[in-house]
Nanobody, 131 residues
């Protein structure tokens, strides 16, 4: 089993920045990709970013982003810490949502996977951006 724990959420003003962290534990050797999703109140779940992190895979380090966050958000990894980060800059009120981390044993190279494609999910961390 794999456990994912998100942290780093909070409240910021528009234009500000936050960095979310997702720490994986358990059978982490089996994880080759991770991603971030978000869900705002009354809205559906939205894929935000994805990264292929398996060092032994051809697509190691490849990243994908939702159009709404391109140029503002950056997903990155620290394999030594089994942690994936989401650096969020130039935040907007419409970025307000619960942010969830997810992981999978495979790689995905066709853009952002669906939430259901992943095998493991965290409990989420709240991000609130005020205008």
């Amino acid at each position: 089993q794999v456990q994912l724990v998100e942290s780093g959420g909070g409240s910021v003003q528009a234009g500000g920045s936050l960095r979310l962290s997702c720490a994986a534990s358990g059978y982490t050797y089996n994880i080759n990709s991770m991603g971030w999703f978000r869900q705002a109140p009354g809205k559906g779940r939205e894929g935000v970013a994805h990264i292929n992190i398996g060092r032994g895979t051809t697509y190691y380090g490849t990243t994908y982003y939702a159009d709404s966050v391109k140029g503002r958000f950056t997903i990155s990894q620290d394999n030594a810490k089994n942690t994936v980060y989401l650096q969020m800059n130039s935040l907007k009120p419409e970025d307000t949502a619960m942010y969830y981390c997810a992981a999978h044993s495979g790689v995905y190279i066709y853009g952002l996977p669906t939430y259901e494609w992943y095998s493991y999910w965290g409990q989420g961390t709240q991000v609130t951006v005020s205008s």
